[in-house]
């Protein structure tokens, strides 16, 4: 929360915490087993493996607020959810360590977390998900909010995989290749970020340069903002190209 070394965010905010994807190269999941549990006596095992938890408080872990009492199982902090009502606007990525938008989050919890930025609306919310055909069915049932500083995101790491086109001049979609793991990602967005798999993951993919020369070109020939990420600067060099969409810059 608040300040992150995520370069293209200036804060973090996790009021649903965990996922289900099994991602080989997540980060999140480490940090959560590195930090995640709480005391024994206060939950029993059978808790702890279910598939949700909604906390109206914070767990406690030897005296401090335990930040993912329950490890990697998705968790609704339902405390969380005026974190940024008094603060000063800025560009915030809505639930780092999760995937909001993953087949086993109720509705429920989408539309509280859209009423939280409803309550704020001095900050610009950036939402990434690997299940973007959830913001589709959200569509068809008018809950995916089109306020001009909503913005969607889905992953697409460059690999041959379908892309949805369920957007329209309406919402503001972005796309995330990172980690970039092929030579394209689709170009029919508002804003393209790519960087490459940080960690040492022992069969780590390192990006080709002739594949990010590609995505910028195909950007920039389309007049699509385009953001590499500091991940990618062993192989681009010091000159990223790290554009901002209008509407996200401050």
Not at 21 to 36: D, L, M, V
Not at 99 to 121: H, M, N, S, T, Y
């Amino acid at each position: 929360m608040e300040k992150t070394k995520i370069d293209w965010c200036d804060s973090t905010w996790n009021p649903v915490t965990g996922c289900l994807h099994k991602c080989e190269y997540c980060y999140a999941r480490g940090i959560s087993n590195r930090f995640g549990g709480t005391d024994s006596e206060v939950f029993d095992e059978e808790c702890r493996q279910s598939a949700r938890h909604e906390l109206p408080e914070p767990l406690m872990l030897r005296g401090k607020k335990a930040p993912y009492p329950y490890g990697f199982a998705p968790t609704l902090h339902r405390y969380r959810m005026d974190n940024y009502q008094a603060k000063k606007g800025r560009n915030i990525f809505v639930c780092s360590m999760a995937d909001l938008f993953g087949d086993w989050v109720p509705d429920e919890w989408i539309q509280e977390v859209f009423k939280a930025c409803e309550a704020a609306p001095q900050h610009s919310y950036m939402f990434l998900t690997k299940n973007p055909w959830r913001y589709a069915d959200l569509c068809r049932k008018g809950m995916l909010p089109t306020g001009g500083n909503m913005w969607y995101g889905y992953s697409h790491t460059g690999q041959n995989t379908e892309t949805p086109g369920w957007w329209n001049d309406k919402y503001n979609v972005f796309i995330s290749g990172e980690p970039l793991l092929g030579d394209a990602v689709p170009t029919l967005a508002k804003w393209v970020i790519i960087g490459a798999e940080t960690g040492n993951r022992k069969n780590k993919v390192v990006p080709e340069r002739n594949w990010i020369e590609d995505i910028v070109s195909d950007c920039q020939s389309k007049h699509i903002p385009v953001f590499l990420k500091t991940s990618l600067m062993g192989i681009w060099g010091d000159d990223l190209v790290q554009e901002f969409p209008e509407r996200l810059t401050r």
